[in-house]
């Protein structure tokens, strides 16, 4: 089976946001694109003049992120369904004798499980690539920048 997930997702984009948490501003397809679609949308800090830096400035995160899709095929743990399955064909009537031994599931060997895996894993992977579903996760990456960017203040004649 192969690694690649069945259903990629898309490049990464940029985003920017006034907290490292929660992405505000975004997808651009460029760092400047994201900076100036946060300051329009007011999505920055504002931090005071001093002493050092007489004029306002803004601060905000910006960086390069990365959807994720989930593979579910990886989830698949053919040990825990074969311990799964032990009752209900003891339920059934095909499990263990009387004495509750000689279980038809203990006829698996290590390679048997491990083929098992191997092959229900593919068919996920393959049911899930013809379906394109991408299982898309809330969770993204970061793939480049991810960093405080501090910048003058859009509107820098404030007093």
Known sequence: MTNEHPCPPPEPKWWASMSEERLGSGPCDTKEGAIAEALHAGEFIEIDPDDENPDWRVSMWVGEYQH???????YFDA???????????????????????????EELSTDDIEALE?????????????????LKSWWVEAVSGHEPVTLPHPNNDQS
Do not use: C, M
């Open 68 to 74: 994720k899709h989930v593979n579910l095929a990886q």
């Open 118 to 134: 191997s092959a229900v894993r593919q068919a996920i992977w393959t049911w899930q690539h013809d379906r394109k579903i991408p």
């Open 79 to 105: 040990k825990r369904f074969i311990d799964d399955a032990y009752e209900p064909i003891d339920e059934n009537g095909e499990g263990a004798d009387e004495d509750g031994e000689r279980h038809p599931l």
